[in-house]
């Protein structure tokens, strides 16, 4: 099997945030094969509000945090509001995407905004807007797809926003032929 090496540290992001970094490097060639950034934050559960460390609880922190940028872009832009008017699909659950893009794209990157939890009990809707491709499910014709998801109670309430890009399967492939 192949050897990997997983790095990870953590940084300040913000006031109240604490970063979280990852690369997992292939040994043999020092290809980076995977990086991810993730930032954490205190809440009060009873409030559901954002709370900030204790002091103490904030000097034992910044012991083990490292002064290094992210590995990944931080997206700050808001993702927008979805809405069945303008989804694409709706259903139930979350396979809201389309199988088109499924069987001929792969999930090349992903944004997650978590806005509120949700109850075992719930039932929820999974909205999929695809911001780009082909009309009438031709997808195959474009080598990357951006996506909106919004995973919502039934009254609307967002639990999950996301934006997902999606390239072509075996693209890298296809390039490497004419080589």
């Known amino acids: 099997g192949d050897v990997i090496q997983v790095d990870t540290w953590l940084a300040a992001s913000g ?7 990852w690369t997992v490097v292939d040994c043999k060639t020092g290809d980076v094969l995977a990086r991810a950034s993730s930032v954490w934050v205190l809440m009060n559960k009873e409030t559901q509000r954002l709370t900030k460390l204790s002091n103490e609880v904030q000097e034992e922190m910044d012991r083990h945090l490292v002064d290094l940028p992210p590995v990944v872009d931080v997206n ?16 139930v659950d979350l396979t809201s995407m389309p199988i088109s893009i499924l069987e001929s794209h792969e999930l ?8 509120r939890e949700c109850g075992r009990d719930n039932v929820l809707k999974s909205l999929t807007h695809v911001l780009n491709g082909g ?10 797809i951006e996506c ?4 919502q109670l039934m009254d609307g309430a967002n639990i999950v926003k996301a934006r ?7 693209a890298d492939s296809f390039r490497n032929l004419g080589q």
């Open 108 to 115: 090349s990157n992903m944004t997650l905004e978590y806005k």
């Open 148 to 151: 909106e998801h919004s995973l």
């Open 76 to 91: 700050t832009r808001t993702i927008p509001k979805l809405d069945e008017s303008i989804a694409d699909y709706i259903v």
């Open 135 to 144: 009309e009438g499910g031709g997808f195959v014709d474009f080598d990357c």
């Open 164 to 170: 997902t890009k999606w390239k072509l399967k075996f």
């Open 15 to 21: 006031k109240n945030g604490i970063r979280s970094d």
